[in-house]
């Protein structure tokens, strides 16, 4: 990377929040106790899909690879951020920060890819359901699943490679992690053909797929309408709702972040928006799939119970 500043070592200031001091200790305890509970919600949802046998269907196991990505995700952010407002250390170094942009933004890529699969699966439960098992077979279920890890660290490898040939002049980032946007700020020559090939590249796997989540659910509120029980129309719009929440929560964040041009991007905004994805959305996931879900309560009783009657 040409005209890199090596006044630091190679290494880059992360900025974070030290802009509100006054703030840093309430953030610090508040993400603390968002990231436990973030490890707690999506490591029950994978230990309780895997022990309880009723949960073995394909909703449960593209819902327990969501589960993983968030972990990672989150694990991949917290921690240095953690660090960065105790004020033990605000810098990365050069290898570090590049990781850091591979892994946030090969699990973003995927969860974004696995939340289209697991739109499919809801549209073939509900306007399909004669069907359904035929199609969701375990076999296509994880071929999609392999698909979505792939195209995430496809779509990373790219990004990062485009990033990686670009001169950049600075060293301090306003932000608490390496991301993107960030990236794109420090650069200090015109790098307007790199951006560009970026952007479709960011189109491809943002745009493209949320246009094909609302087409899925375009079809399946259709459908939702031709049921003529009010109780399968509850049963139908509940098992959707929550991942249309996600989806919601997710594509929002991210058109935000990725989808606007360099030059109107707020480096300040960005943080905070960044810190509803990296830590609110990943947290609340778990809560939007179980607080109505029957199904998940039910396995946690049983497994409740089948330890206490060991116990």
């Known amino acids: 990377m040409r005209n890199f500043n090596t006044s630091l070592g190679g290494r880059f200031i992360l900025v974070g929040f030290s802009d509100w001091p006054q703030l840093e200790l309430i953030f610090f305890i508040y993400i603390l106790i968002f990231y436990s509970l973030t490890l707690f919600g999506n490591t029950a949802i994978i230990a309780l899909s895997r022990m309880d046998v009723r949960l073995h269907t394909p909703m449960y196991f593209f819902l327990s690879h969501l589960s993983f990505l968030d972990l990672c995700f989150t694990t991949s952010t917290v921690p240095q951020l953690l660090i960065n407002l105790h004020g033990l250390d605000r810098t990365i170094n050069y290898g570090g920060c590049v990781a850091q942009l591979f892994i946030s933004l090969s699990l973003g890529s995927t969860e974004s890819l696995l939340l289209v699969v697991m739109a499919f699966d809801r549209y073939a439960a509900v306007c399909r359901p004669l069907h359904y098992a035929t199609i969701m077979h375990p076999v296509l279920c994880q071929a999609l699943a392999v698909v979505s890890w792939l195209g995430g660290l496809l779509n990373s490898l790219i990004q990062t490679s485009l990033m990686m040939a670009m001169p950049l002049c600075g060293y301090r980032m306003n932000h608490f992690f390496c991301e993107m946007p960030v990236f794109l700020k420090l650069a200090c020559e015109d790098t307007g053909g790199t951006e560009a090939k970026m952007f479709v590249a960011r189109v491809v796997i943002v745009a493209v797929p949320a246009i094909l989540i609302l087409g899925s659910y375009a079809q399946i509120a259709r459908a939702v309408l031709k049921i003529k029980s009010m109780a399968g129309r509850r049963k139908a719009a509940g ?73």
């Open 239 to 311: 098992t959707c709702g929550s991942h249309l929440l996600v989806v919601s929560l997710f594509y929002g964040s991210a058109i935000y972040t990725y989808l606007q041009p360099k030059g109107n991007y707020s480096e300040s905004k960005g943080k905070f928006v960044a810190l509803f994805y990296t830590i609110i959305t990943p947290m609340l996931n778990p809560l939007i799939y179980t607080l109505r879900n029957k199904d998940v309560k039910g396995a946690l009783w049983r497994v409740l119970g089948r330890a206490t009657a060991m116990g």
